[in-house]
């Protein structure tokens, strides 16, 4: 078991290497479901505000 975790010397930076990539997949998803969030806020907030401004020019 041992020698599947140093692989000949190397599992230093191989496993570090697995660690990395594992952590920038995860940090792209919330980075990916934040931005996405933003967007629909902003989109909610700007079709809100044409509302009232359409409202207003019918009146």
Do not use: C, P
Request: overall charge positive.
């Amino acid at each position: 078991m041992s020698d599947f975790f140093s692989m000949g010397g190397h599992g230093f930076y191989i496993w570090a290497s697995y660690g990395m990539t594992a952590l920038f997949m995860i940090v792209e998803v919330l980075v990916v479901v934040l931005s996405n969030r933003a967007v629909r806020q902003r989109l909610t907030r700007m079709v809100r505000a044409e509302a009232r401004t359409s409202h207003r020019q019918k009146d």
